[in-house]
């Protein structure tokens, strides 16, 4: 079963705007959340990564907020530009199982220009 | 070399054939991955190697599939008797344990 669900499964957001995604996760074992982004035809590439003794983490445009009581992380990405226009994938590992990558299903982000 | 490197590409193969996949890990990664993405899914974690340790098989979905790591580097996974729901993306990571994962650009395997 999906271990780490996110949500939407696509959107689109006008340049300049804020791209929201949002993942849900059971496991309270995890404790490292990476986000991943992937372009077509690439393999992914970390984006920004959190661990769960913080709240937020923030690199250049890109945000992760995390909730450790709800169990649920999101990626806010700034001043959206059309370079952004990528599949971005959340996950989520822990130590105890060898930092095995649990991944969502995987957002389609579209940014116009 | 400067990253994770996988090869072929792509790969087309009539359905019943074996195929090898392979992954050349960054130089000094004790951990390699491989995972699964199909179109329009997440990735799904395959198997895990840890230096010289007993790889960890249970993604692995039926025993067709094999993986080996020779000499802690070099990385191949093969596919017996290749089904067209073998069709996928086939991905390959590397870490220093405990650490970031690099991904290779993947191997597209057709089955036709």
């Known amino acids: 079963q999906q271990q780490v669900k996110q949500s939407p499964q696509s959107l689109i957001v006008q340049k300049g705007g804020i791209s929201i995604i949002n993942c849900a996760y059971e496991n309270t074992a995890f404790d490292y959340f990476p986000w991943y982004q992937q372009f077509p035809g690439k393999g992914p590439a970390l984006l920004i990564a959190i661990r769960p003794d913080v709240s937020e983490k923030k690199e250049g445009r890109f945000t992760i907020s995390f909730n450790k009581s709800a169990k649920q992380f999101s990626l806010h990405i700034m001043d959206s530009q059309p370079g952004d226009s990528a599949t971005y994938f959340c996950a989520a590992s822990h130590r105890s199982n060898d930092y095995k990558l649990s991944f969502g299903a995987g957002t389609t982000v579209t940014v116009r220009a | ?112």
């Open chain 2, 1 to 112: 070399g400067a990253g994770v490197s996988q090869s072929p590409s792509n790969k087309v193969t009539e359905k019943g054939k074996d195929v090898e996949l392979r992954c050349d890990p960054i130089s000094g990664h004790t951990a390699l991955y491989w995972y699964r993405q199909s179109l329009g899914q997440g990735l799904e974690f395959l198997i895990y190697f840890q230096g010289n340790s007993a790889p960890d098989k249970s993604g692995l979905p039926s025993d067709r599939f094999s993986a080996e790591r020779t000499g802690g580097s070099v990385s191949t996974l093969t596919i017996q008797r290749t089904q067209q729901e073998d069709s996928a993306v086939y991905l390959c990571a590397s870490t220093l344990w405990g650490g970031e994962a690099f991904f290779g650009q993947g191997t597209r395997l057709t089955v036709v």
